[in-house]
C-alpha cells in the first residue's frame, strides 16, 4: 500500500507561481511512477505531468513550458512548480503514483491517489 500527501495548494494571482509536492510512503519510492493530475468543477479529471522512476518527464500540452515535474528521492517527495498560472489552471490537484510501471501517461492514471490540494487562480 502506497500513500501519498500533498501540500502547497492555495490562492494566487494569475500569472504567480506555486509549488506542489507529494510525500510518499514506501521504501521503493524509487521505483514508482509518479504524477499529478487535477479537476475543476464540473470536469473530468485530467492529466497534468508525470515523471518516471527514472526521472523521465512528460507534459500535458496545456501546461507545458509553464510547469516542471520533479522529484527528490532521498525524501520520497514530487514536486510540481507552477508558473505564468492562469484562471483556468484552478483545480484540485491529484498525486497519482503506480509501482509497477515505468510512466504514467494520459488516460492511464496509477493506482494510487492523494486526497487532493486546492489550487485557485484568481483574475
Known amino acids: 500500500q502506497v500513500q501519498l500527501v500533498e501540500s502547497g495548494g492555495g490562492l494566487v494571482q494569475a500569472g504567480g507561481s506555486l509549488r506542489l509536492s507529494c510525500a510518499a510512503s514506501?521504501?521503493?519510492?524509487?521505483?514508482?511512477?509518479m504524477g499529478w493530475f487535477r479537476q475543476a468543477p464540473g470536469k473530468e479529471r485530467e492529466f497534468v505531468a508525470s515523471?518516471?522512476?527514472?526521472?523521465?518527464?512528460k507534459y500535458a500540452d496545456s501546461v507545458k513550458s509553464r510547469f516542471t515535474i520533479s522529484r527528490e528521492y532521498g525524501k520520497s517527495t514530487m514536486y510540481l512548480q507552477m508558473n505564468s498560472l492562469k484562471p483556468e489552471d484552478t483545480a484540485v490537484y491529484y498525486c497519482?503514483?503506480?509501482?509497477?510501471?515505468?510512466?504514467?501517461?494520459?488516460?492511464?492514471?496509477?493506482?494510487?491517489w492523494g486526497q487532493g490540494t486546492q489550487v485557485t487562480v484568481s483574475s
Open positions: 497519482n503514483a503506480d509501482r509497477t510501471r515505468r510512466m504514467i501517461v494520459p488516460g492511464q492514471a496509477g493506482e494510487y
Open positions: 514506501g521504501r521503493t519510492f524509487s521505483t514508482y511512477a
Open positions: 515523471i518516471s522512476w527514472s526521472g523521465s518527464p
